[in-house]
């Protein structure tokens, strides 16, 4: 079965500190992984990596894999209060058909105070 | 780009009644579509993966009969919860990957929808 397991599962931080998010997997067939941040509704994607090594940055947020150590962080630096959010990883297997799934952690809800 | 709809947003209904949600992609044709659940700070957990004109491939342990799901074309997919009772009422969350976008590997949600079954 895959597993996709996040770090910390929940933290509070001060607007301007900056934030590191885990997330290691055990996973058949790897594919990508990818972070989204879910506030109210649905996720919305923020990076896809496929690479180890490869930093991926867009705006303050940046994220790293590790596929050696099966492993991927994602930073956010200089937080805000729009920061606030449940952070999801996922990682994307392949299927026999061809096809791929996504399988999700449980994610980290990141506070951020004013 | 890559936009995706869903309706209705909410949904409150009586016990055994059925509910049809729609998922729509607006700018790109959806070749997959994968619909999920979502508890109450839980994550998501995927029910079914569909392909335009096929059946869909549902997970483990989730009843095809009672979670219908069609894609009768490349940017709509429904999923219709079949004679709903209060343990199915849960957040469902759709997301489609297709050709024309920059990612074909990306899963791009929609905005959920809130079923309540009284």
């Known amino acids: 079965e895959d597993k996709v397991v996040q770090s910390p599962l929940s933290l509070v931080v001060h607007e301007g500190d900056t934030v590191t998010l885990n997330c290691s997997y055990e996973v058949t067939n790897f594919r990508s992984l990818l972070w989204y941040k879910q506030e109210k509704k649905a996720p919305t994607f923020l990076f896809m990596l496929?690479?180890?090594?490869i930093e991926k940055k867009s705006g303050r947020l940046s994220s790293i894999l590790d596929k050696k150590e099966l492993f991927s962080i994602l930073n956010i630096t200089a937080t805000q209060t729009g920061d606030s959010a449940i952070y999801l990883c996922a990682v994307a297997c392949f299927e026999a058909s061809n096809d791929y799934k996504l399988s999700f952690g449980a994610g980290t809800t990141v506070t951020v105070r004013a | 780009g890559a936009v995706v709809s869903q309706h209705p947003s909410w949904v409150i209904c009586k016990s055994g009644t059925s509910v049809k949600i729609e998922c729509r992609s607006l700018?790109?044709?959806?070749?997959?579509m994968f619909w999920y659940r979502q508890f109450p700070k839980q994550s998501l957990m995927l029910m079914a993966t569909?392909?335009?004109?096929?059946?869909?491939?549902?997970e483990q342990g989730v009843e095809k009969d009672k979670f219908l799901i069609n894609h009768a074309s490349l940017t709509l997919s429904t999923l219709t919860v079949t004679s709903a009772h209060p343990e199915d009422s849960s957040f469902y969350i759709c997301?489609?990957?297709?050709?024309?976008?920059?990612?074909?590997?990306?899963?791009?949600f929609g905005p959920g929808t809130r079923l309540t079954v009284l």
């Open positions: 569909s392909n335009e004109g096929s059946k869909a491939t549902y």
């Open positions: 997301s489609a990957q297709g050709r024309g976008l920059a990612s074909t590997d990306t899963q791009y």
């Open positions: 700018d790109f044709q959806a070749t997959t």
């Open positions: 496929t690479s180890s090594g």
